[in-house]
């Protein structure tokens, strides 16, 4: 006989069942299958009925976490999720969580307890209340608009005009990471590399990083005409007095927002070595590879793609991305990624890659920050009844981590092998290290000396998860981590922490980064 999801009432005797059995079974027959809550008077009893009936309960810490993880199942599933609450203050917590699932959209059914009804309005426990982007995207171009001449002096009331909002600043992309190590190795092994900076570069406004690029890598470069100021033309590096012969003896030639047309002789012999290599930078994917075929092609915005050389750094402090170039080449293509913090969150959107559909959480469009911990647990829990195997990855901002990180005890408690990366900067957005800490406390207090934004410096939160018995790291290198990460993804039977420390200022706009020389690119 096919399986039913109604229960026999348990009480025969009688024929009666209890309420909270009801409600259960209610949600089963409704195809729930995951409960996360706090239980307490008068919804205990709800939590028990429903675990008889199949029905996976998480008990959490806080009933916000529990409402963020019932959110998440209900968005990962398309079925909702139930958060279980008690009245009144349990009520108030999962607020967040409701306000959040409204704003993402995302199926959620939350259900709590609250006083007798004969006790209504009486003050009894805990009572409460129930109840012009197309001039500007991608490769910028104009676009026509046809105005009829009698529109041009006919008159309307005023009252009647809607003026359109200004249209945000377009979005910036970035190359895909394996592109961007096989440009850096491509450079690397050239023996007379030259940068040729087009016009798209000085629109990109990436003079900052191009010259750190120019300097640091000791590379020539050649500007176009109108490229010509991103870097300046009386800089050593630049060889527009050989402009012919820099051409022609190049082995491998970076073109930075330039097109090779007739100002660039098409980019073929003589004017170039038959075997030269072209690595093109270019916003427009329709102008990569034109006349000629590139050995690399980077799709993105140049200043962007050019910051993401900043990766190759070796040396602490870490920044941004460095992390997360080095956390990408080891993340499983199938696994689910939870983000949330502010530059952490960010930057992360455009770096740390997706492969699948609904694989990716983080604070959505309410801009919520401690979702991250319940999200990761109903990913896992997802994972561990659905895919066995699949890794959630949770990458915090250290500011995010403190909203929900007691939820650690509730990843270890049931043994979800969640691994969580927190990028320490010691502050909301940007920070202090510990000597500058130190000395603004000299003379005064911190309510008083301490930046709003910042946090306790070099603060341990892999001790969090060492004390429930999961596996915490404390680095602070590029070897540091891919160690720790590759042993984290390795053990399936634990939930692990890594507290990476980067430079406290790192921010997503230009960073004091130290490029390194080309010999170790």
């Not at 958060?83 to 704003?103: K, Q, T």
């Not at 016009?199 to 890598?217: F, P, S, T, W």
């Not at 979702?371 to 990913?379: C, E, N, S």
């Not at 790192?506 to 980064?513: C, G, I, L, M």
């Amino acid at each position: 006989m096919p399986e039913s999801n109604v229960a026999e009432p348990s009480d025969r005797n009688e024929g009666e069942v209890s309420g909270a059995k009801v409600i259960a079974q209610a949600l089963k027959t409704q195809g729930v299958e995951y409960m996360f809550g706090i239980v307490g008077i008068p919804v205990t009893e709800i939590a028990f009925a429903a675990q008889e009936l199949g029905i996976r309960y998480i008990g959490m810490r806080n009933e916000q976490a529990a409402c963020y993880a019932a959110s998440a199942i209900g968005y990962l599933t398309g079925r909702p999720g139930v958060c279980l609450v008690v009245s009144g203050p349990g009520l108030i917590h999962a607020l967040g969580g409701m306000a959040n699932a409204n704003m993402n959209c995302w199926p959620l059914l939350v259900i709590g307890g609250s006083s007798e009804r004969n006790q209504e309005t009486m003050g009894a426990f805990q009572e409460f209340p129930q109840a012009v982007r197309s001039s500007i995207y991608g490769r910028p171009g104009a676009c026509y608009v046809d105005i009829p001449a009698d529109f041009v002096n006919l008159l309307v009331n005023v009252n009647s005009i809607k003026y359109t909002e200004c249209c945000m600043s377009p979005p910036v992309s970035m190359a895909e990471t394996p592109a961007v190590c096989m440009a850096a190795s491509v450079i690397r092994n050239a023996k007379q590399p030259l940068l040729i900076i087009g016009k798209g570069a000085a629109y990109a406004h990436a003079e900052k990083n191009i010259r750190k690029l120019v300097e640091q890598c000791k590379l020539p470069f050649l500007p176009t005409p109108m490229g010509k100021g991103v870097v300046p033309d009386n800089h050593p590096n630049c060889v527009g007095a050989a402009r012919s012969r820099a051409l022609q003896f190049a082995d491998v030639i970076v073109l930075l927002g330039a097109r090779l047309n007739w100002i660039l002789h098409f980019g073929l012999p003589p004017r170039y070595r038959p075997d030269v290599k072209f690595i093109q930078v270019d916003i427009c994917a329709e102008e990569l590879g034109n006349n000629v075929r590139p050995a690399v092609t980077l799709l993105g915005d140049i200043n962007a793609v050019t910051k993401q050389e900043l990766a190759s750094q070796k040396s602490p402090p870490m920044n941004y991305y460095t992390v997360f170039y080095h956390v990408q080449e080891q993340l499983p293509r199938d696994g689910f990624i939870v983000s949330e913090g502010a530059n952490t969150m960010d930057i992360g959107r455009t770096v740390l890659q997706n492969y699948l559909p609904r694989h990716r959480l983080d604070a959505g469009t309410f801009g919520t920050m401690g979702v991250g911990l319940g999200f990761a647990i109903a990913a896992a829990v997802l994972a561990k009844d659905r895919s066995p195997g699949q890794r959630v990855i949770c990458v915090e901002g250290d500011s995010a981590f403190g909203f929900s990180g007691m939820e650690v005890e509730t990843i270890c408690r049931y043994n979800l092998p969640i691994i969580i990366l927190v990028v320490n900067n010691n502050g909301i957005y940007q920070g202090f290290d510990t000597d500058t800490w130190n000395e603004m406390l000299k003379s005064q207090d911190a309510t008083i000396a301490a930046p709003p934004a910042c946090l306790l410096p070099n603060s341990h939160y892999e001790q969090v998860m060492i004390a429930f018995g999961g596996k915490g790291y404390f680095v602070q290198t590029p070897e540091e981590l891919q160690k720790s990460l590759r042993q984290s993804l390795a053990d399936t039977t634990k939930p692990s922490l890594i507290n990476i420390m980067i430079e406290p200022q790192a921010t997503r706009k230009a960073q004091d980064f130290h490029w390194l020389t080309r010999s170790k690119m």
